[in-house]
């Protein structure tokens, strides 16, 4: 999974990143959070803060509470997150669509079995949408 990759994933509890430059602000963890990733390890969130997602189309999302988990390679869109905040989530079989209101926010194409968020700087996937921040 490249560096600017981010996949939608039902399953997480929070947006996790273990890219460090992708954070605007970001606070250390005084007691770090115990998380355990899809394979049943266990790892550590170190830190929390605001990643600014650059989209393909020249917009940006804002995501807030994002875990920063050094030892976890890539970065996870939590659904669960997202619908808490009155986002919908609609999945296709060739995408998701993230709505707010009457507006996209975000789209992600399904590359084999995962759904990718293409970010400026990636490669392999395509999406776009309007410019939001997560409400």
């Known amino acids: 999974m490249g560096k600017t990759e981010w996949l939608v994933d039902s399953g997480a509890s ?3 990143t273990s890219v460090r430059d992708k954070f605007v602000s970001m606070k250390e963890l005084k ?7 899809a394979d ?30 050094p030892e976890v390679e890539g970065s996870l869109i939590s659904v669960a997150k997202l619908v808490e905040k009155d986002v919908v989530a609609q999945f296709s079989k060739d995408k998701c669509v993230f709505r ?9 194409k399904r590359c084999g079995n995962v759904y990718k968020l293409k970010t400026v700087g990636d490669e392999v996937c395509h999406a776009a949408t309007t410019s939001r921040k997560e409400p």
């Open 31 to 37: 007691t770090p959070v115990r998380i355990t990733i």
């Open 40 to 69: 049943g390890k266990k790892t550590d969130a170190v830190a929390m803060g605001t990643v600014v997602l650059k989209l393909m189309d020249g917009t940006s999302v804002t995501l807030s509470d994002v875990l920063y988990i």
């Open 14 to 16: 929070s947006h996790m």
């Open 100 to 108: 707010y209101g009457d507006a996209n926010v975000l789209e992600a």
